[in-house]
């Protein structure tokens, strides 16, 4: 747990501006509605990764940008992970269910 409280602290740390402007940074709210709202980034994918943090991908297909979004588990903290332009997929996969059965 105190290695769960240091990883969570040093990551903050290194996200610590709350804009979401042309920063990255960390925030209580949610910035879905923001994405889709002025930047036109819809979800695409979530993943999770290191102690169980779940990152959310936001596609804007016409225009290529793409942000990513990472939140630790149990807490209600939202942090811009990094974000980009020129997104394309690379190829269409069969969708697997949680487990990583392919379903």
Request: hydrophobic content about 40%; overall charge negative.
């Amino acid at each position: 747990m105190i290695r769960a409280g240091v990883l969570l602290a040093a990551f903050l740390f290194c996200f610590s501006t709350v804009a979401y402007g042309n920063n990255l940074g960390c925030d209580k709210t949610n910035p879905a509605e923001y994405l889709i709202k002025e930047h036109g980034e819809e979800p695409f994918s979530i993943a999770l990764f290191e102690r169980q943090f779940m990152l959310t991908t936001y596609v804007n297909h016409d225009t290529g940008s793409w942000t990513m979004v990472a939140k630790p588990p149990d807490q209600e903290i939202f942090c811009l992970f990094a974000k980009g332009e020129a997104f394309f997929v690379l190829k269409e996969t069969k969708k697997k269910s949680g487990n990583g059965d392919v379903g």
